[in-house]
């Protein structure tokens, strides 16, 4: 319940009514506790909208964004993501990152994932190719970070991608003129 003070700042207080029994079982009166819970409600508060700022950010970033697990499961990923690949969020987390991954690339990023998961690395960059819907074959410049708890254990992986499939068939381009 939100009450006022003589100052007419507003707290809150939660109230716990507790009955006083008789010899026969029935109340004969009660007891209310209340306490304040201003802080907790105003730590709730923040932390909504510190969640609120980071799904916008991460919905609405112009960078793919993509939250997995050690073994490269998806938990989530964002818009830009999705679109770059051309498959849903309920695609990608069916998937995983071994099955959109292009396999020449793969050991290097098995061999990057698993630093991460020893604790021997913090992050890493790589352009590597992905597998996109009808197999079209997407560069990407990754910058993967691994996201730990106050244990120090991995929780997730965080990875920001950049699709850079022009600037490699420019190279590529370049290269044929050249040679």
């Known amino acids: 319940i939100k009450n006022r003070a003589k100052d007419g700042a507003g707290y809150w207080v939660e109230t716990t009514i507790v009955p006083s029994l008789n010899a026969d079982g029935k109340p ?3 007891v209310a506790i209340g306490t304040d819970i201003t802080e907790r409600r105003q730590a ?12 916008t950010l991460f919905q609405s970033a112009t960078i793919g964004i993509a939250l997995r697990d050690a073994s490269g499961r998806f ?7 999705q679109e770059m690949l051309g498959y849903s969020g309920a695609e990608l987390k069916r998937l995983g990152s071994k099955r959109i991954t292009y396999p020449e690339d793969m050991a290097e990023e098995e061999r990057l994932v698993a630093g991460l998961r020893a604790g021997t690395r913090d992050a890493y960059q790589l352009e590597h190719r992905y597998w996109g819907r009808k197999r079209r074959l997407i560069w990407v410049k990754a910058s993967a970070s ?19 499939t022009g600037r490699k068939q420019a190279e590529d381009q370049i290269r044929l003129l050249v040679n």
């Not at 709730?44 to 799904?55: D, G, K, M, N, T």
């Not at 938990?75 to 993501?81: E, P, V």
């Not at 730990?148 to 699709?163: K, P, Q, V, Y």
Request: glycine share 2%.
């Open 28 to 30: 004969y009166q009660y």
């Open 44 to 55: 709730q508060a923040v932390l909504r909208e510190s969640e609120e700022r980071f799904r």
């Open 75 to 81: 938990l989530n990923t964002n818009r830009t993501y």
């Open 146 to 164: 691994a996201v730990r708890d106050h244990l120090g254990e991995l929780r997730f992986i965080i990875t920001m991608a950049e699709d850079i």
